[in-house]
């Protein structure tokens, strides 16, 4: 599967929007890209999944070129409780569930 | 959204006794579940993949004789940690796969004194 490069951190203003960018240049023609969001002590929580182009759903967009060599998480209007880690995964087919993470973004938002 | 549950949440047990941490799907059928395992600051790393009815098939460098997986029945898969030592105090994840997603358990925290 397709190694994932991500900022290690970041830190934004409340009420700002986020943009988290995420490259895996070896994305192979069946892979998905998946962001999950993670809270301390507590198990990652599915944000968004898409294959090419644009995806939003009611807390975020994913952005991804043409090439699919990265793509980029938007979280719009951030609140102090989007303070957690951020993981990309690329993943071999839409339901594919054996899940490889990488180190993620933890994202800081300040008051 | 479907619902996994890990059982307990927390749990300090003393060096070289044995640890069960149970993952339910709560409101679906997971004939395939995962677990992996995250220490401070670092990533989620996948130990094991449960299947129900059949043998867990490990990651290189996961002691099968150590983590005892057993996947009985569609909705329950038990993580037991055999005679635990204090470095294998972390926090165990499970996940269970519906639709087009992957569920997480809550974790559960093993501090091993």
């Known amino acids: 599967l397709a190694k994932t490069t991500q900022p290690i951190s970041m830190d934004s203003y409340e009420g700002q929007e986020v943009n988290i960018t995420c490259s895996h240049n070896?994305?192979?023609?069946?892979?998905?890209i998946t962001w999950y969001q993670q809270f301390p002590s507590q198990g990652p929580r599915f944000i968004i999944q898409g294959y090419k182009t644009k995806v939003t759903n009611e807390v975020a967009s994913l952005f991804i070129p043409a090439d699919r060599k990265s793509s980029t998480l938007s979280l719009p209007r951030v609140s102090l409780s989007d303070t957690a880690v951020y993981y990309c995964?690329?993943?071999?087919?839409?339901?594919?569930?054996?899940?490889?993470f990488g180190k993620g973004t933890k994202l800081s938002v300040i008051p | 959204g479907a619902v996994v549950s890990q059982h307990p949440s927390w749990v300090i047990c003393k060096s070289g006794t044995s640890v069960k941490i149970e993952c339910r799907s709560l409101d679906f059928q997971a004939t395939t579940m995962f677990w992996y395992r995250q220490f401070p600051k670092q990533s989620l790393m996948l130990m094991a993949t449960?299947?129900?009815?059949?043998?867990?098939?490990?990651e290189q460098g996961v002691e099968k004789d150590k983590f005892l997986i057993n996947h009985a029945s569609l909705t329950l898969s038990t993580l037991t940690v055999t005679s635990a030592h204090p470095e294998d105090s972390s926090f165990y994840i499970c996940s269970a796969s519906f639709g087009l997603e992957a569920f997480f358990g809550q974790g559960t925290r093993l501090t091993v004194v």
């Open positions: 995964l690329v993943s071999r087919g839409a339901g594919s569930y054996q899940l490889t």
């Open positions: 070896n994305i192979a023609t069946n892979d998905y």
């Open positions: 449960s299947n129900e009815g059949s043998k867990a098939t490990y």
